[in-house]
């Protein structure tokens, strides 16, 4: 084996991690596996090549260069999977604002609004503005598996309309997800409304369901194409809550979402939820967590209603940027509250984001966007 070969097998094991692709979600437990195989085999192979070669020292030098220049060649205008958008000190948050009436509300200004950050005011407000028009980047997630297949047909319907009508083709892409045991990316990020419509239209049905798995594969997913930008990441999730062979927990999907500054909008397929129902709880948490809501779409008339809503909302939110009044790189998970003036709103924003640790690579990006509900 060659010392290049030697890099690129260090690249992989450093690189792996918890990262999943559409045939292979893994469960959290094989990336150590990884690391400790990795560990163990390379003395075994860099031993035996570093006595043949003549130039041992050369070549491990060589080796340690080539590892600085791949990690230095991450463009730092591009966040990754697993990095947070940072720029140092500064916080965006996005949210949305709905009055008693249900309607989405358009003319907030900065004097209506109340941020605190780990129960702090921010040191200073750096911008506020609407962001009607601010690129989509969505990840349509349908569950395909036994529970909800007398159902699929109208789902199907409803979400190809909806893309055809939501998606913007000069800004906005999108990706299509079905999951039932597993999840299988059905069609990749496009601004192609009729491909990711056919892509819908073509879903098979039947199988168990790994929803927690698809919503972490789907975060992440919705991570990869960016190019340093603001821009809203949403996940559309269509099931009816069931879950029942996923490797990943409720709590682990929620903080990939977290993570990766996604929202999620939760269309309920099944029947109308209720507190004491644990898989319907966990699914509004999740949303609710990540700066989205829960919609009932039971029936034909509840989804293209639901969808309706959603398409109002992706055009109605706001942008605060604001510093901290304090902010350690210690990673831990910040609160965010955010409060208007006006009577009888709801507000949703994300509830907190996690901060950089101080041996983050930190890039001139944001912090993850903080959502949630508020009343």
Not at 303 to 308: G, R
């Amino acid at each position: 084996m060659t010392v290049g070969g030697i890099a690129a097998l260090i690249r992989v094991s450093r690189t792996r991690g918890f990262r999943t692709t559409p045939h292979e979600l893994r469960s959290p437990k094989l990336p150590v596996f990884i690391a400790g195989f990795t560990k163990l085999l390379l003395p075994a192979i860099v031993a035996p090549l570093l006595a043949v070669f003549s130039f041992g020292q050369t070549q491990a030098s060589s080796l340690l260069q080539e590892e600085l220049i791949f990690d230095s060649s991450i463009d730092s205008t591009v966040p990754s999977a697993s990095t947070l958008r940072v720029k140092v000190d500064e916080v965006d948050l996005s949210f949305t604002a709905r009055d008693r009436h249900n309607h989405w509300v358009t003319d907030l200004s900065e004097a209506d609004i109340h941020v605190l950050d780990n129960g702090q005011p921010p040191k200073s407000i750096l911008k506020f503005q609407s962001q009607a028009d601010l690129p989509l980047r969505v990840g349509l997630i349908i569950d395909t598996s036994d529970s909800v297949s007398l159902r699929l047909a109208f789902e199907e319907k409803s979400a190809a309309l909806f893309i055809q009508k939501v998606l913007n083709p000069a800004t906005d892409t999108a990706f299509v997800v079905g999951f039932s045991g597993e999840a299988t990316l059905r069609q990749n990020f496009t601004s192609d409304t009729q491909a990711l419509a056919t892509a819908i239209w073509k879903l098979p049905s039947g199988g168990s369901t790994a929803l927690y798995d698809a919503v972490h594969y789907a975060c992440e997913k919705l991570t990869e194409q960016s190019d340093g930008k603001i821009e809203r990441r949403v996940l559309i999730l269509l099931t009816d809550g069931d879950d029942n062979s996923s490797h990943f927990y409720a709590q682990e999907a929620m903080d990939a979402a977290i993570r990766a500054n996604v929202v999620i909008i939760a269309l309920n397929t099944g029947n109308m939820p209720n507190s004491t129902d644990p898989k319907l709880k966990a699914l509004k948490e999740m949303a609710d967590t990540s700066g989205g809501q829960m919609l009932q779409a039971e029936n034909e008339k509840q989804i293209t209603k639901a969808f309706k809503n959603i398409q109002q909302e992706l055009r109605s939110h706001y942008l605060v940027a604001y510093k901290p009044a304090e902010l350690n790189q210690d990673g831990s998970y910040r609160k965010i509250q955010l409060k208007v003036s006006r009577h009888g709103m709801h507000i949703f924003y994300r509830h907190g984001y996690y901060a950089p640790t101080s041996e983050a690579k930190l890039e001139k990006k944001n912090l993850s966007d903080p959502h949630g509900e508020t009343k």
